[in-house]
């Protein structure tokens, strides 16, 4: 079986390599000629850890080739994953379907025998269904596409992992035949045991959008909390752990800070509201809404703490540590750290940046940031340190190894990774989210 994958960005580019780590013969599409040219020299054009590897490999053994052209694609292939963006459209909540939508068209009409489309974007309830008239309408005469829709529940970060040991598989199809095809794609992870799903197409498209709807809704639930401590006083960290311990709630994914962000999560959202809106459901998604807008207040709150700390950000030195959306990833899309950055810059401060892997893509986007390249010299003569993504290197600073550069000895964690004690006690003044804010004593006695 000869599989093509149509997109090659973090979920394409991982999947493609993946599936021939799994010995299928692979071949990887897109239209942007420079992406294919440096894939197809084994040159992975974001970070990914471990995936540059499997990209090297399967480039040399032959195994993992790229091309622009779908009528090479569509003679290659006998199945095509759909692997492409659906972005937030300008200026609405929606997902923008032009790219999954030109991508069964294409691969439906380049199509040289009876092959099988299968969908792995996250897309609005309903695509399916609608991609599946557009391939029969696509396809040559005489030429069957079956059709399945696959979603894809890798992260960034451990999407290789993710992708060669998935914790299930879902597929919603209404073909037999797709769902025998793909349990043969998928036959290793079958035989450990791996859950594997067989649904609908509404079902499987659904499944996407709950997943990550529940995981931002329970960032925002903790982060909700959070103001209530910051408020009330008490431990964000240790009401986490208390309700994490029912296995019912999990700790996972309760991790109050500066909220959730990167290419999916805030999107996801957004056009599961914008979808569900559409169906005439008003009520029904509306405390997304609500989850999203705890989330927007913690960046509100980072530049609050930080103002109140400076009393007024013009001319003030700021270290930012982290601008991407998360650890182990050089993605800053829709990253609170980098919105935060770009607010203080915008309120008159001079922000020192670093992030281990995220500076030139912050550059892009934010260029009168100052970008550096160690915690030397992002805190050097600072007026205080903010710490908004969570690298290891981060969490492993300790009050010493900052002295000797700062300006000011103060510090806001953004992640609730340090041990504020140790802190206090080396004489910084610490804040942090989900952390009440001392009783400024009064200077007239
Ligand atoms: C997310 C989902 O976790 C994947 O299952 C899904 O496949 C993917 O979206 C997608 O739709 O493609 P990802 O965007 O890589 O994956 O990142 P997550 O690990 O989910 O983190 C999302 C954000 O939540 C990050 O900004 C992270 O810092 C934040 N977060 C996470 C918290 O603020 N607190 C937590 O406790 C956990």
Same mark, same amino acid.
């Given at each position: 079986m000869r599989l093509t994958v149509i997109g090659t960005g973090y979920l394409g580019a991982t999947h493609a390599a993946a599936m021939a780590e799994l010995g299928f013969e692979v071949l990887g599409v897109d239209v942007d000629p420079a992406k294919i040219e440096a894939l197809g020299r084994g040159e992975l054009p974001f970070y990914e850890p471990g995936l540059p590897e499997l990209l090297r490999k399967h480039t040399a053994s032959g195994r993992l080739r790229f091309t622009t052209s779908m009528e090479k694609a569509g003679a290659f292939g006998d199945v095509h994953f759909i692997a492409v963006g659906t972005p937030q459209k300008a200026g609405e909540a929606a997902a923008d379907m032009t790219y999954v939508d030109a991508a069964v068209a294409g691969i439906a009409a380049a199509a040289t025998r009876d092959s099988l489309i299968v969908g792995k974007s996250t897309v609005p309830v309903g695509s399916a269904r609608r991609l599946k008239e557009i391939a029969e309408e696509y396809a040559p005469a005489g030429i069957h596409l079956d059709f399945a829709w696959n979603p894809e529940f890798l992260r960034e970060g451990f999407a290789v992992e993710d992708t060669l040991r998935p914790d299930r598989l879902v597929v919603g199809t209404d073909s037999r035949t797709a769902d025998q095809t793909l349990r043969r794609v998928y036959a290793s992870a079958l035989t450990r045991g791996t859950p594997y799903i067989s649904t609908d197409f509404e079902t499987a498209e659904l499944v996407k959008v709950a997943a990550n709807a529940f995981l931002a809704t329970k960032i925002s639930f903790i982060n909700a909390f959070a103001e209530v401590t910051e408020t009330v006083g008490g431990d964000i960290q240790t009401l986490a752990d208390a309700i994490g311990h029912d296995a019912r709630i999990g700790r996972r994914f309760l991790n109050a800070g500066v909220g959730f962000g990167g290419g999916c999560l805030p999107k996801d959202i957004r056009a599961l509201q914008a979808r569900i809106g559409e169906l005439?459901?008003? =009520?029904?998604?509306?405390f997304l809404n609500e989850v999203d807008e705890i989330n927007m207040r913690r960046r509100d709150r980072v530049v609050f703490l930080a103002e109140q700390l400076l009393g007024d950000l013009a001319d003030k030195r700021i270290a930012v540590l982290g601008t991407s959306? =998360?650890?182990?990833?050089?993605d800053v899309r829709d990253s609170p750290a980098l919105d935060i950055a770009g607010r203080l810059y915008g309120g008159g401060a001079e922000v020192l940046v670093y992030d281990p892997k995220a500076n030139e893509n912050s550059a892009k986007r934010f260029p009168r940031l100052t970008y550096v390249d160690s915690i030397e010299e992002a805190v050097q003569d600072v007026d205080v340190v903010l710490l908004l993504t969570e690298w290891q290197e981060f969490k492993d600073m300790k009050p010493g190894d900052l002295e000797a550069f700062v300006g000011s000895r103060q510090i806001v964690d953004g992640r609730n990774v340090l041990d504020r004690v140790d802190w206090e006690n080396a004489g910084w003044t610490f804040r942090g989210l989900g952390l009440k804010v001392p009783e400024v004593v009064s200077a007239r006695t």
């Open positions: 005439g459901l008003d =009520k029904t998604m509306r959306f =998360k650890p182990d990833s050089d």
